[in-house]
C-alpha cells in the first residue's frame, strides 16, 4: 500500500512546497508539521475553490464536536464531560476541556482540552 501512495504524496509534497516558495521561502523547502495545515488550506481554496467559510455554514463546530465526541465514546468506552474549571484556566475563552472516566467503570482515565481554532504562535 505505501508504494502505491508514496507517489500520491510526493505530488501533494510537491504543491506545498510551490505554495511555500511563493511566500518566499527557498525552491528546495521543508513542509514542516507545523507548515501542514496553513498550506494544505491554501492549496484548497487556490486549486479546488474551497470557501472554508461557506461549509462551516453546513458543520457547525458545536455539532460537529458533539458527533466526535459520540463516536469516541462508543468506540472506546468512555465518557466524555465538559469541564467548565479547567476550560477557564486555559490559554482561550474558545478552548473546551473534558474530564473522561471509562463507561463501564467510571475510573478517571484523564482529561484534555480541545482547542478547534489555529492560533498565532
Known amino acids: 500500500l505505501s508504494v502505491k501512495l508514496k507517489?500520491?504524496?510526493?505530488?501533494?509534497?510537491?504543491?506545498?512546497?510551490?505554495?511555500?516558495?511563493?511566500d518566499g521561502h527557498p525552491a528546495d523547502c521543508v513542509i514542516n508539521a507545523w507548515d501542514r495545515t496553513f498550506y494544505c488550506k491554501k492549496l484548497e481554496e487556490t486549486k479546488f475553490q474551497v470557501d472554508t467559510e461557506?461549509?462551516?455554514?453546513?458543520?457547525?463546530?458545536?455539532?460537529?464536536?458533539?458527533?466526535?465526541?459520540?463516536?469516541?465514546?462508543?468506540?472506546?468506552g468512555l465518557k466524555f464531560e465538559a469541564d467548565e474549571a479547567m476550560a477557564k484556566a486555559a490559554w482561550h475563552e474558545?478552548?473546551?476541556?473534558?474530564?473522561?472516566?471509562?463507561?463501564?467503570?467510571?475510573?478517571?482515565?484523564?482529561f484534555f482540552y480541545m482547542d478547534m481554532h489555529p492560533r498565532e504562535g
Open 94 to 110: 474558545d478552548v473546551k476541556a473534558f474530564k473522561v472516566t471509562d463507561a463501564a467503570s467510571s475510573a478517571l482515565v484523564g
Open 54 to 76: 461557506k461549509l462551516k455554514e453546513y458543520f457547525p463546530i458545536e455539532v460537529v464536536t458533539k458527533g466526535l465526541l459520540d463516536i469516541y465514546q462508543e468506540l472506546l
Open 7 to 22: 507517489p500520491l504524496l510526493e505530488a501533494d509534497l510537491k504543491e506545498l512546497r510551490a505554495l511555500k516558495e511563493a
